[in-house]
């Protein structure tokens, strides 16, 4: 057979457009984030908050699976910056994840830092928020994640996709509040309010005009992209006469799931479909606090923002409210948490490890006291300074940050001493516990794993000083959440009823009050990688540990080197 110059010259270009369909199609996105203050208004005052790009919430960032971005962080603040990309497990590049002191010091005002952002298996919706002092409250932004060029979603594609990010605002600087209750030792002041994409709606005062409005059409399907984006609250959230479905959490594909209302701690995102099928009038959507906690305190307002159906004639008629479980029902709450389960689909499959070779750290975390200094007056429980901790250790920042510590053999910033186990062994969740367990020890301990191991993590919530819910958020991963109870774990009975079928796959999880939730997940990223409680006190308090997942053996198993711009400590 004989081909024409025209013939080959086509054959050639098939050949090349087949190859970048393979190839080329994870693409990289340039964006730059202007950390700066900005006036707003809220709540009948106005004052100056930290945005990004004079934002607030700041740029939601696009992207499909696999993709890269890069983003050049400038600080043009008064305060040290760092920016955190929630859920995103930066394969072998802790480098960019962003907490600080643990994988960078902090971005000082006039200094920048170009972060690269390197997406792999996550899919659906994340966020990215600051990670440095209280400045995520008003730092923060959603990550939409495009399934892979070529492919689709594993749900009928809906007509439209609306970002929901819930929020927290305070009347005074929030960084204000932060000193107060950190140089008291108390508890930090309550929110004012809580938004809908930086709204509070028009049940607080001055707030109606700004009001967040989504205006839908009958009859077409809504992916509502929801993030929690709160600093201290577990929320339940809901639209009136109408069921959401979720079918996504923390950037990885459900079951699909429909509900009245979800729960969405802070850290966590979910995906959730709303059909436009009720008739044609105006409903609002709203969200407030789920707080269990005895004798705590907590902000008991509700946002509200309006879904309106284009075609309503009855415009000047009230919303309908939804239904929202009471603050402190925590039956309403788990109900909704444990029906998440994994797509666990042919196209999207899952792998739980069954053959775990670390199950042996057991993490107590605990709301805790030290006694106040000499010449001191303390606002906590009897006079005491507030605190938290895991497996008895209040974690403490150094001064140069864990991951260039680590990187550069630097002696003395952290110990690898963090307890395999409870140093102290009581009954985590009797109602009385004596007062001497409440003090903890502080330092910056880590826990270090090797390469390819398989960690299972039993989180265990305690009742002292306060039991409460812990929203636990593990950076650089992914885990399954395999089992979950009330009361304390018990290691023989306990391991028979975990769900090893279809597991939800998460990167925060919510540790009941006085319970305890099992995790496990494969080491094979090897870095720095912090976790945490997502309530910004207990992280304030001490809240945290640090792993460092070792190098595995090969090129592809081990850390890729630091970029030359880090911020220097």
Not at 109 to 134: C, M, N, R, V, Y
């Amino acid at each position: 057979m004989q081909f024409s110059r025209k013939n080959f010259i086509l054959i050639l270009l098939g050949f090349l457009l087949v190859d970048c369909f393979v190839h080329c199609q994870a693409r990289t996105h340039h964006h730059r984030f202007i950390v700066k203050e900005t006036s707003y208004t809220r709540l009948c005052s106005s004052k100056k908050i930290l945005t990004v790009n004079g934002k607030f919430p700041g740029p939601t960032l696009y992207a499909h699976k696999g993709d890269k971005l890069i983003v050049e962080v400038r600080n043009r603040g008064k305060y040290n910056i760092t920016i955190h990309w929630h859920g995103v497990k930066q394969p072998r590049y802790p480098w960019s994840d962003g907490p600080v002191y643990v994988t960078q010091c902090p971005i000082k005002p006039g200094g920048k830092f170009k972060q690269k952002i390197f997406l792999s298996t996550e899919e659906g919706t994340l966020w990215w928020h600051a990670h440095s002092d209280w400045s995520r409250a008003t730092v923060h932004g959603a990550i939409i994640i495009f399934p892979k060029h070529g492919t689709g979603y594993p749900f009928p594609k809906p007509d439209e996709e609306v970002p929901i990010i819930l929020g927290e605002w305070w009347k005074r600087d929030v960084m204000s509040v932060l000193e107060e209750f950190v140089r008291t030792g108390g508890a930090p002041n309550d929110s004012d309010a809580f938004t809908i994409n930086g709204q509070p709606g028009d049940l607080y005062p001055c707030s109606k005009p700004g009001t967040f409005k989504l205006n839908v059409e009958h009859g077409k399907t809504y992916l509502l992209r929801i993030v929690n984006a709160a600093m201290n609250t577990i929320l339940f959230f809901s639209i009136a006469k109408h069921r959401l479905t979720v079918v996504g959490a923390d950037g990885s594909y459900t079951k699909p799931l429909p509900s009245k209302f979800i729960t969405i701690s802070p850290g966590q995102t979910m995906d959730a479909l709303l059909h436009a099928n009720r008739s044609r009038s105006r409903y609002y959507m709203a969200a407030r606090a789920y707080s269990s906690g005895l004798n705590v305190s907590f902000d008991n307002t509700t946002t509200t923002a309006i879904l309106q159906y284009s075609g309503n004639r009855r415009n000047a008629s009230p919303p309908h409210f939804p239904y929202l479980p009471y603050y402190n029902d925590t039956l309403a709450a788990f109900s909704f948490i444990r029906g998440l389960r994994h797509l666990a689909s042919k196209s999207h499959p899952i792998t739980i490890p069954l053959n775990v070779t670390d199950k042996f750290i057991v993490s107590t975390v605990s709301v805790n006291t030290f006694p106040c200094p000499e010449n001191f007056s303390c606002e906590g429980p009897n006079g005491t300074r507030l605190a938290a901790s895991m497996n008895n250790i209040s974690f403490v920042n150094p001064s140069i940050d864990i991951l260039q510590a680590y990187y550069k053999h630097i002696k003395g910033v952290f110990g690898k001493r963090f307890p395999s186990k409870p140093p102290l062994v009581f009954n985590f969740t009797a109602e009385y516990l004596p007062l001497e367990l409440e003090i903890p020890r502080r330092g910056t301990e880590v826990k270090v794993l090797k390469y390819n191991s398989t960690v299972e993590m039993v989180l265990q919530g305690t009742n002292l000083v306060a039991g409460i819910d812990h929203p636990m958020h593990l950076h650089g991963y992914s885990f399954l959440v395999v089992g979950w109870g009330f009361r304390n774990y018990d290691p023989k009975k306990d391991p028979l009823k975990y769900n090893l079928v279809d597991p939800p796959l998460l990167n925060t999880v919510v540790v009941p009050k006085n319970g305890w939730v099992a995790i496990r997940f494969k080491a094979k990223n090897p870095g720095v990688w912090l976790m945490h409680c997502h309530l910004e006190r207990h992280l304030t308090w001490g809240m945290e540990v640090v792993f460092i997942v070792k190098n595995g053996e090969g090129e592809a198993a081990m850390m890729l080197p630091p970029p030359p711009d880090m911020p220097p400590c």
